[in-house]
């Protein structure tokens, strides 16, 4: 993995992540359709805050996360599941054995051609590929300026990410649609400056920025909330693709 592999220091914060982090709202079902009964593969499942979501609406799961704390939170959590360690770039899977591949806020981490190439492998003919975020709305004006505390400034080791994931033209891949659900998240000030240190971009700050980050957060978070809550907008956005029959 290029950059400075932050994309495995979740694991320093799995607890943490699991109980801060947001869950998919309500309304991410539609993304899915009639999944119940069918064979899903989530990719990079962190602790399993999707996973929990599709098993409430009736898939058969299996989940690769390379992460072995993270992992052990999603197995403690959902002891039933079919949890594997591997990389996005090799996936431990038999080929066309899912009908759904899903990837949650971590397509960034992937190295490229390769990922795409493994999903496509794994996925029956006409299969779906969902890569999908789940996070603050940035094109609101005062939570663009909150997740900039979270970064060091010009940090060379930042993973670049967009919001939808790209398909070359001789991917095995069609675009079906691009995703945008809004949503609405209540949580206390305490639990948005905790939220803050499950980011990779916080968690490899010195303990005297996080200790400032949080601060400020702190702060910010003060002038905004009414009896200590805020009401933080949110969006699943993404990219939904189909998997082409092969000849």
Not at 192 to 210: C, E, K, N, P, V
């Amino acid at each position: 993995m290029a950059y400075d592999k932050r994309g495995l220091k979740f694991g320093s914060v799995a607890e943490q992540y699991d109980e801060f982090r947001p869950g998919p709202p309500a309304s991410a079902a539609e993304l899915f359709g009639a999944i119940s009964g069918r064979d899903v593969l989530e990719v990079a499942a962190g602790t399993g805050k999707w996973t929990r979501f599709l098993l409430e609406l009736g898939a058969v799961v299996t989940v690769v996360e390379p992460d072995d704390d993270m992992r052990a939170v999603l197995v403690r959590r959902s002891p039933h599941v079919h949890a594997i360690q591997g990389a996005a770039e090799n996936l431990p899977v038999d080929d066309c054995s899912f009908d759904t591949v899903l990837v949650s806020s971590a397509w960034h981490w992937f190295e490229q051609p390769d990922a795409t190439n493994e999903m496509a492998r794994v996925l029956r003919d006409h299969g779906r590929l969902a890569v999908l975020w789940n996070g603050f709305s940035r094109d609101v004006p005062w939570i663009a300026s909150l997740t900039e505390l979270r970064e060091r400034p010009n940090d060379e080791g930042k993973r670049p990410r967009g919001w939808s994931a790209e398909f070359s033209t001789d991917s095995p891949f069609d675009l079906e649609c691009q995703v945008e659900l809004d949503w609405e998240w209540t949580r206390t000030v305490e639990e948005m400056i905790a939220l803050f240190g499950t980011y990779s971009g916080a968690i490899i700050q010195s303990d005297d920025d996080r200790l400032n980050m949080r601060a400020e957060l702190r702060r910010r978070l003060e002038l905004i909330s009414v009896n200590g809550v805020v009401q933080a907008p949110m969006t699943v956005r993404g990219t939904i693709a189909t998997r082409r029959a092969r000849r």
